[in-house]
T-cell receptor, first 115, second 112 residues
Framework: DSGVTQTPKHLITATGQRVTLRCSPRSGDLSVYWYQQSLDQGLQFLIQYYNGEERAKGNILERFSAQQFPDLHSELNLSSLELGDSALYFC??????????????FGPGTRLTVL | ELKVEQNPLFLSMQEGKNYTIYCNYSTTSDRLYWYRQDPGKSLESLFVLLSNGAVKQEGRLMASLDTKARLSTLHITAAVHDLSATYFCAVGAMDSNYQLIWGAGTKLIIKP
């Protein structure tokens, strides 16, 4: 158990809908990262927040947005969902902003199925 | 642009054998991670390699880093079924505040 929690574990929804995924980082970690992993695909980095501020952006679609709250938990919002958005969404956290000795610890993931 | 290539992408091997997974990257970095992922599960950090020549070992797994060759290896000794998983390497991009660039993963199946 990495100490990173994600809810919900599973989510089934329809095309065109909007969902929110939630992540609580490990105690003391300031950075939160979001990743998408499609079936049999590698990890796609979406976005990073550090202490409430957006730090880095990866391949995040305009339909997706995220934020990190003062208590450091983070939410990933996915809207106008398409079949291709079906994937495992991981949250990871790290103590710092991604410096030389910053290890990312991954949560259990949220499996999103869009029908 | 920093690119990370792992090979092989798929490996099926017998228990008791040795094998090596390679992780090549395209630009300067002195920080490399290896992660393990079981099917449908999360990613678990295995090793962090922080300098040229770094070598770390845990059980039957040994990872090394050659920053001059831009190459890391993950060596499996006398493989056992429990090591079946997908292994990812990730490289810290020095020119992007060490954002991690991920390899595609190596799916390892170890047959009894």
């Amino acid at each position: 158990d990495s100490g990173v929690t994600q809810t919900p574990k599973h989510l089934i929804t329809a095309t065109g809908q909007r969902v929110t995924l939630r992540c609580s980082p490990r105690s003391g970690d300031l950075s939160v990262y979001w990743y998408q992993q499609s079936l049999d695909q590698g990890l796609q980095f979406l976005i990073q927040y550090y202490n409430g501020e957006e730090r880095a952006k990866g391949n995040i679609l305009e339909r997706f947005s995220a934020q990190q709250f003062p208590d450091l938990h983070s939410e990933l919002n996915l809207s106008s969902l398409e079949l291709g958005d079906s994937a495992l969404y991981f949250c990871a956290s790290s103590p710092q902003a991604g410096g030389p000795v910053d290890t990312q610890y991954f949560g259990p993931g949220t499996r999103l199925t869009v029908l | 642009e920093l690119k990370v290539e792992q090979n092989p992408l798929f490996l099926s091997m017998q228990e008791g054998k040795n094998y090596t997974i390679y992780c090549n990257y395209s630009t300067t970095s002195d920080r490399l991670y290896w992660y393990r992922q079981d099917p449908g599960k999360s990613l678990e950090s295995l090793f962090v390699l922080l300098s040229n020549g770094a070598v770390k070992q845990e059980g039957r797994l040994m990872a090394s880093l050659d920053t001059k060759a831009r190459l890391s290896t993950l060596h499996i000794t006398a493989a056992v079924h429990d090591l079946s998983a997908t292994y990812f390497c990730a490289v810290g991009a020095m020119d992007s505040n060490y954002q991690l660039i991920w390899g595609a993963g190596t799916k390892l199946i170890i047959k009894p």
